[in-house]
């Protein structure tokens, strides 16, 4: 079969994704997912740059080629070069496990789990619509729920007001599910380190089961005091971009619990080097995907076979998701079935996910222009989203 690279083509998926699909001059193809939500256009452009470099190589030597995407452009890392390299990597590991007809998985080592523990987001716009989402989600199987808790800014220094509301509703979401909840927090990057400790040891009583950019990614040597400072794990990753990034998290001791993106940090081939390295250092991987069925497949990939993973993020019933079904641009919609909390390892060949194309490409044609909020302090000045 040859599986030569013939064509790179990349398609705007509402609700704010982009896929690109990967086609061998023997017509076999794969599928990924390469958006960096807000930036979709721009990742575009730059896998249409790397596709210079790709376009006749065998689809099969993915080191080799990750390296080349990586080292050949002389600059390297960053939101959006990996994030191209991202979902060219996961199309050519469909394409992999495609041609001999198995499961990603199967040719990284063989799966460790039959199934992967999944949580959903809890939120909405006070604590009754709360405390019923995080019902929702107990009745619909869920152990596990994940919410933003503040729900706007917080200034740099910042009113103690804030921190009440705050604790206010998790104990009483706490108090209304008991303990048959998991109940992780993300700050979201919305604190600022002069805040980030009042939060924590404010929450703790309530037992969250981690915290989540308590601080900016940039400050990851206060993330560091931070979690020196407190029980409970403290998790970050979304916005690091490769080994070399984590690489800085670890030497630090910032945190317990590391947070890859599939579509952000260099895909399938570096993204499992990522949990290779945080398995030495005894640090769980939970990999972050507020994106489509693309991006969640290649995380139950790297799930599949990294014993120190220990629950997937999966964007169903996120806010900014509901404009499209997750499994809606499936043909076997069933592999991403979160019923019992659990999604089971994909065992289909590639990715373990079949693309409707013709509902993709219909899609496609309007394309989106999704961008992230723009959030402002009462002053008038920007605030972290
Ligand atoms: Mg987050």
């Not at 599986?3 to 193809?29: M, Y």
């Not at 008991?178 to 924590?200: E, S, T």
């Not at 005091?225 to 403290?234: C, E, G, K, M």
């Not at 990294?306 to 592999?335: K, M, W």
């Amino acid at each position: 079969m040859d599986l030569n690279i013939a064509s790179i083509e990349t398609l705007l998926v509402p609700p704010r994704w982009l896929f690109v699909k990967v086609t061998t001059r023997s017509g076999l193809a794969g599928w990924g997912e390469a958006v960096l939500e807000g930036r979709a256009h721009t990742v575009a452009t730059a896998i249409d740059e790397l596709s210079d470099y790709l376009i006749g190589k065998d689809a099969r030597r993915i080191e080799h080629h990750w390296q080349a995407m990586y080292r050949g452009g002389f600059y390297r890392g960053g939101p959006i070069l990996m994030s191209a390299i991202s979902g060219l990597d996961q199309a050519l590991w469909d394409i992999m496990g495609r041609s001999y007809d198995e499961p990603v998985h199967a040719l990284l080592g063989g799966r460790v789990r039959d199934r992967m523990r999944v949580y959903a987001w809890v939120g909405g716009e006070n604590d009754e619509a709360i405390i019923e989402s995080a019902q929702a989600a107990i009745s619909a199987g869920f152990t596990t729920t994940k919410m933003n808790l503040l729900n706007g800014p917080l200034s740099i220094v910042d009113s103690h007001r804030k921190i009440d509301d705050a604790v206010t509703t998790l104990a009483r979401l706490r108090d209304a599910v008991g303990n048959k909840l998991d109940i992780a927090i993300d700050f979201h990057g919305r604190v600022h380190r002069p805040m980030a400790a009042v939060l924590i040891d404010a929450l703790a009583p309530y037992n969250p089961l981690f915290i989540e950019e308590p601080v900016l990614p940039e400050h990851l040597e206060f993330m560091a005091d931070l979690r020196r400072n407190t029980a409970i794990p403290i998790a970050t990753g979304e916005r690091l971009f490769s080994r070399y990034d984590f690489k800085r998290l670890l030497t630090l001791g910032a945190a317990d619990i590391v947070q890859p993106d599939l579509s952000h940090a260099g895909g399938i081939t570096e993204s499992r080097k990522i949990a290779n390295m945080t398995e030495a250092w005894d640090i769980a991987l939970a990999p972050h995907c507020p994106l489509g069925p693309l991006a969640l497949a290649a995380c139950l990939q790297v799930d599949a076979i990294s014993h120190n993973a220990f629950i997937q993020e999966q964007s169903q019933g996120i806010a900014y998701n509901q404009a499209n079904d997750l499994t809606r641009c499936l043909t076997n919609p069933e592999v991403l079935n979160f019923d019992s909390g659990f999604v089971k390892i994909p065992d289909g060949p590639g990715l373990g996910v079949e693309i409707d194309e013709q509902y993709v490409r219909t899609v496609a044609k309007s394309g989106h222009r999704w961008r992230n909020p723009l959030w402002t302090h009462e002053d008038g000045s920007v605030a972290e989203w």
